[in-house]
């Protein structure tokens, strides 16, 4: 009897430490957050951005349409989870004016402007060891496999054609982890609108990747496409980002 007990003991032990091994295991990752400047998690912190002229919304299959007015963004951003599973998430809105293709403009309802709304997540640019700051901004909702259609879709007309817009885009952040600041400089595809720069992201300890897709409509395909934007950012209060 005592042999049958020890033998339990030890296999109850033997759980016990795989349990524990296991748990650290999936939780070993970290996510970039935004927490303010007492380190508490941020919540509905809204933000605002402006670029400048002269943006490329995206590269289109027989050309590309220019927005030379000011492009501005707002948004909110919020912190959730605990531990490791914290993670920084919300919304934007970019509105870009001034946007014309091949003799007639372009428009999401507006003449001559453009406006997108993105789920936003905090995201590491590349491998989770790197630790360079992304953010990913995607419409959603988006599709396991953007480019199939299946995800979420904006519409945009150009010179009387309609076509689609999915998927979303990485952008790389300028601010470093650990440093506290109340504006930031937002970058995608700067100075090459040809070929979106960042595709590769991690979050939540998954490397993954995102890219923009466009179809012209009427039963065209989606083609990778490219934004190229470079946005400054203003928060109302001292923020940083950290690892969760």
Known sequence: MQSI?????LTLVAVCVMSVVGTATASAYTNPILVNAKGEHVSKVKFTGVGGSGWWPMELTSGTFECKGQETST???STTGIGTAAKTSGTATLIFKGCAYAGGTCHTGVAGEIELKYSLSAVWLGKESEEKLGVLAAIAPESKKPGNGEGGKVKITCA???GELEGGYVARLSRKLGETFTGDSLEANAGNHKKQEYTKF???G???ESSLWWSAGKGSPFEQTAT???E???FPETVEITKS
């Open 206 to 208: 998954t490397e993954q």
């Open 75 to 77: 948004g909110e951003l």
């Open 232 to 234: 400054e950012q203003t």
């Open 228 to 230: 190229e934007l470079t």
């Open 202 to 204: 991690t979050e939540e």
């Open 160 to 162: 009387g054609v309609t």
């Open 5 to 9: 007990t020890r033998k339990l003991f």
